[in-house]
């Protein structure tokens, strides 16, 4: 058997093909399509893309935003644009197999919780660090959804009054620490210091934050200190949800969540100075997710053969 996964997030459709035996044999990308009928297109586009010569077993789709799992219905979102879109009933009809839907962390949880980073732990929180911030949350080995929508960490108010939110509120966490803040901090910067190191890594560039992530990793100093900025937000929100959830494992992932310690040291370093009691009580391990940004839409493969797999 082997299945597809689709992760859509604030700006790319990412899709792989999973195998039998849990590997990805082959991967698809493309921007994040941009109105509700056309997301659905855009996943049939995917899936006969990497279909070939296989039979499929299913679909997974795992979408940034709140999602109805139940009813495989993508409800709204801020970063992905379509309301009430009936995924699961559309692409059941127009793929003619089994098709999964849930929250894009969610999705990422599923992998990293079962093949990764977070094997074997009872409590796990998975936050996707990218254009927002997605999470999910694996309690006694399992997926907790609440009525549903659980996971929306990325949206508790940090800052009051603080900086505009794409949910329309104010001083959300995701202001303060994803890729949208990043590129904020980085034109900033740019416009103080237009003759520093950035400007030259960046080569003629937009300071996105793919750019400035791979200024960093070739070692620019200002784009390092930006990366390392926003890590140190990033963990300051951690540290309450840390407080909260108390986990024995913390898996990050996410495009930007994914470019490795140059930015997880800060979260770790951040997250155990903000920490409630932090004297008495032993941080929780924070990791990078081992399938990368990938994490989703493997997950999402999993997910459609598990419940292909049910009575």
Not at 108 to 133: D, F, K, Q, W
Not at 172 to 194: M, V
Not at 285 to 296: D, H, M, N, Q, S
Request: overall charge negative; charged content about 20%.
């Amino acid at each position: 058997m082997s299945s597809v996964g689709v992760d859509i997030g604030g700006t790319k459709l990412l899709a792989v093909r999973l195998a039998d035996d849990a590997t990805v044999v082959d991967e698809y990308r493309t921007d994040t399509p941009n109105v509700g009928t056309t997301m659905v297109d855009s996943i049939v586009t995917a899936v006969d893309n990497l279909a070939g010569d296989d039979d499929l077993t299913g679909c997974g789709v795992g979408i940034a935003g709140l999602v109805d799992h139940e009813q495989g219905m993508f409800v709204w979102g801020p970063h992905v644009d379509g309301i009430n879109v009936d995924i699961k009933g559309e692409l059941s009809a127009r793929l003619g197999m089994h098709v999964a839907v849930d929250n894009d962390a969610n999705m990422g949880a599923v992998a990293e919780h079962r093949l990764g980073a977070g094997r074997g732990s009872e409590a796990m929180l998975m936050l996707n660090l990218g254009t927002g911030i997605g999470g999910a949350i694996v309690l006694g080995g399992a997926l907790y959804r609440g009525r549903g929508f659980a996971g929306e960490f990325g949206h508790t108010l940090l800052a009051q009054g603080g900086h505009s939110c794409s949910c329309g509120r104010r001083g959300c966490w995701e202001t303060e620490a994803a890729g949208p803040a990043l590129e904020r901090l980085a034109a900033e910067l740019i416009e103080s210091d237009p003759d520093g190191s950035l400007v030259t890594a960046l080569e003629g560039r937009v300071a996105s934050g793919p750019a400035i992530s791979e200024a960093a990793a070739a070692g620019d100093p200002q784009a390092t200190a930006l990366i390392t900025q926003i890590g140190r937000a990033f963990g300051r929100g951690l540290a309450s949800v840390v407080s909260i959830f108390d986990p024995d494992c913390v898996v990050i992932g996410g495009g930007l969540g994914s470019i490795g310690e140059t930015l997880l040291d800060p979260i770790r370093k951040s997250t155990a100075e903000a920490r409630y009691a932090a004297p008495y009580v032993a941080p929780p391990k924070i990791v990078g997710a081992e399938f990368g940004e990938r994490a989703g839409a493997v997950g999402a493969a999993l997910l459609a053969l598990d419940e292909v797999g049910q009575p």
